[in-house]
């Protein structure tokens, strides 16, 4: 399983096991992740589940679809330079330890 720590704008963490290719998003859910709403259910056409990853593993990703930069654009939170939506990030091994922030409103 892979760790990874949630932290909610007031600096409240999280930090859940998750499986492997399940998305962000998923294991937010699963493991009662306060900030990841997913009104649109992992479809990206909400970006009520906006987070901000560390720069290294943005950076490792493929870049964002042309849909989901779409979503960010209209994000109440401000949109950063390693926002992603949560749903369209899948969870890997290499991310063991990972600290993942979620944006304020």
């Avoid at 932290?7 to 409240?12: I, K, L, N, T, Y």
């Avoid at 990972?98 to 944006?103: A, N, S």
Wanted: aromatic share 2%.
């Amino acid at each position: 399983m892979t760790k990874i720590t949630f932290v909610q704008p007031s600096g409240v963490e999280a930090t859940v096991e998750a499986t492997s290719g399940l998305s962000l998003m998923e294991a937010a859910l699963h493991n009662g992740v306060e900030g990841i709403l997913a009104e649109c259910n992992g479809a990206a056409a909400c970006a009520t589940c906006h987070v901000v990853l560390p720069k290294a593993v943005y950076d490792r990703l493929d870049a964002p679809e042309d849909h989901e930069e779409d979503m960010l654009d209209f994000t109440e939170a401000e949109r950063q330079p390693c926002s992603r939506l949560s749903c369209q990030v899948r969870v890997s091994d290499d991310m063991d330890g990972m600290v993942v922030h979620i944006p304020g409103e």
